[in-house]
């Protein structure tokens, strides 16, 4: 496979996915194109067995699945952005698909769809569709990541300033926004905001209202899950912290373009802090009321079952989550 005929890279980042990574990979190789495309998969070191899934599928698919395989584990070492540090460095594709090892594409012209849209729009810098969620174990959680209810157009600031989340499974951009990374995305503790951020600060969105991916809650070991686990307060302060500077950093690298939507973006992160950590003074201040609007109305219901029923919402939730 020459470097030249590839159009798309896939970017798989895994540790610790035995139970799903074959799922994964099988749906990267479903799909149906008219254009060569490559797998990028890092392993930081699993310790389950998921490497050696992985060398099984480079074996029987070779130049298409392209492993890296740690021999120590790098995120312990402080790496946030395994993608940025490994993965995007050794892409070949003029286009970039987002999808962690223990979440999948459902739909086999995911690629295509968005390869095409990109191509007959080449100020567009970011793709996403929606995604279904796939529920692992018990959680009070929605069914779908469904940011917009149509197909359209998203304007750079809304990228920014974005009251639902984008499924990282959904994300494709061009792989010429990743050659140099800016601080805001090296110092960033996830993913997938900044590059939300790089795509706004070089084009824009376009969302297509289709779930073409699956987006896993509850996987063990994943960054959510650990994220509950110890301090989570601490860590959910600390996140807020890291949160805000991302946003100052881009807000500067962009000479104020997008301050509004990048002063907005932090005060949101903050509430959201709060909404986890049950901060119910602040989750009903006047001050963020925009902010609890946007919250799915199964969301504020829980909250005000909470706050009003506290013993009434313990039993409840142990019931149906065992926790």
Request: contains cysteine; glycine residues 6%; charged residues 25%.
């Amino acid at each position: 496979m020459e470097a030249e005929t590839v159009m798309a890279s896939i970017n798989c980042v895994t540790f610790n996915h035995v139970n799903y990574i074959r799922k994964a990979l099988d749906s990267f190789l479903m799909q149906k194109t008219d254009f060569a495309f490559e797998i990028l998969v890092h392993d930081d070191a699993s310790t389950d067995g998921t490497s050696e899934i992985i060398r099984e599928y480079e074996a029987k698919y070779p130049g298409r699945v392209r492993p890296l395989i740690q021999k120590e584990n790098q995120y312990s070492q402080g790496i946030d952005n395994i993608s940025g540090a490994f993965n995007f460095p050794r892409a070949r594709g003029k286009y970039i698909f987002m999808c962690d090892g223990d979440d999948y594409f459902l739909s086999p012209d995911k690629l295509q769809r968005q390869v095409d849209y990109m191509e007959a729009h080449p100020d567009c810098t970011l793709c996403i569709h929606s995604a279904r969620i796939d529920l692992v174990g018990k959680a009070l959680t929605e069914s779908q990541m469904r940011p917009y209810r149509k197909s359209r157009v998203i304007p750079p600031e809304e990228i920014i300033d974005k009251s639902s989340g984008y499924a990282m499974s959904s994300m494709a951009f061009p792989a010429r926004l990743v050659k140099e990374l800016p601080d805001y995305y090296v110092d960033c503790p996830v993913g997938d905001t900044p590059l939300q951020l790089l795509a706004a600060a070089n084009g824009y969105g376009y969302y297509m209202d289709e779930p073409m991916s699956a987006y896993r809650v509850g996987v063990a070991g994943s960054w959510t899950v650990e994220g509950k686990s110890g301090d989570y307060e601490g860590k959910q302060s600390a996140y807020y912290r890291r949160m805000k500077r991302t946003y100052e950093q881009f807000d500067r690298a962009t000479g104020g373009r997008f301050h509004q939507a990048a002063e907005s973006a932090a005060l949101r992160t903050y509430f959201h802090t709060m909404v986890n950590t049950k901060k119910f003074d602040e989750i009903y201040n006047p001050a963020y009321r925009r902010y609890y609007r946007e919250l799915t109305p199964r969301t504020r219901f829980f909250l005000r079952f909470e706050r009003s029923m506290p013993g009434a919402y313990k039993m409840a939730r142990k019931a149906f989550t065992g926790r």
